[in-house]
T-cell receptor, first 112, second 113 residues
Framework: DTEVTQTPKHLVMGMTNKKSLKCEQH?????MYWYKQKAKKPPELMFV???????INESVPSRFSPECPNSSLLNLHLHALQPEDSALYLC???????????FGPGTRLTVT | GQQVMQIPQYQHVQEGEDFTTYCNSS?????IQWYKQRPGGHPVFLIQ???SGEVKKQKRLTFQFGEAKKNSSLHITATQTTDVGTYFC?????????????WGAGTKLIIKP
């Protein structure tokens, strides 16, 4: 199984809402990532979890809160977002130390 | 900081013509990866190159890693409509990191109608 799944596919939220994005992989990968991608741009790394511990936080605003409940799941909790946070949010996974990353289909987020 | 420059930004080709995208890094790379993102889709890993001067082929796609490990290219022979998308190169930063990648800006392959 080489699939990374993400839910929901689309999300529209107001600036005062709280929502969560979910990601799951069953490849046995112990590194999981959150990326943000704006139109016509490459993915931009937000967070990395390694062995369920937060390894990298790329100076992401606190309105984004990641969580890794277990080795297969990754969540991104959203609160008080801004319209400029509208983007495609991608989850990825990889073996620790390996470079190739496997991406999920993404959640297209619109903040109104 | 390290930069990975990718050109061109767009390439319009007739179906059946060839396509090439180039990446250049400001520093030596330990490896380089290539990803393809279809319109409305997500990045899909294509290949990783590790050795100086390495050349790898996947059907009509040819990937090269420069001798100095600072540049790479992807060449598609006889493009088909299924090749449409944006091709990204990505390489790890010089500092010790198992996770971070520096991405090129991508080259969008457009097939002329």
């Amino acid at each position: 199984d080489t699939e990374v799944t993400q839910t929901p596919k689309h999300l529209v939220m107001g600036m005062t809402n709280k929502k969560s994005l979910k990601c799951e992989q069953h490849m046995g990968h112990r590194a999981m990532y959150w990326y943000k991608q704006k139109a016509k741009k490459p993915p931009e790394l937000m967070f990395v979890y390694s062995y369920e511990k937060l390894s990298i936080n790329e100076s992401v605003p606190s309105r984004f809160s990641p969580e890794c409940p277990n080795s297969s799941l990754l969540n991104l909790h959203l609160h008080a977002l801004q319209p400029e946070d509208s983007a495609l949010y991608l989850c990825a996974s990889s073996q620790v130390g390996a470079r190739e990353q496997y991406f999920g289909p993404g959640t297209r987020l619109t903040v109104t | 900081g390290q930069q990975v420059m990718q050109i061109p930004q767009y390439q319009h080709v007739q179906e059946g013509e060839d396509f090439t995208t180039y990446c250049n890094s400001s520093t030596t790379l330990s490896n380089i990866q290539w990803y393809k993102q279809r319109p409305g889709g997500h990045p899909v890993f294509l290949i990783q190159l590790v050795k100086s001067g390495e050349v790898k082929k996947q059907k009509r796609l040819t990937f090269q890693f420069g001798e100095a490990k600072k540049n790479s290219s992807l060449h598609i022979t006889a493009t088909q409509t299924t090749d449409v998308g944006t091709y990204f190169c990505a390489g790890p930063p010089p500092m010790d990191s198992n996770y971070q990648l520096i991405w090129g800006a991508g080259t969008k392959l457009i097939i002329k109608p």
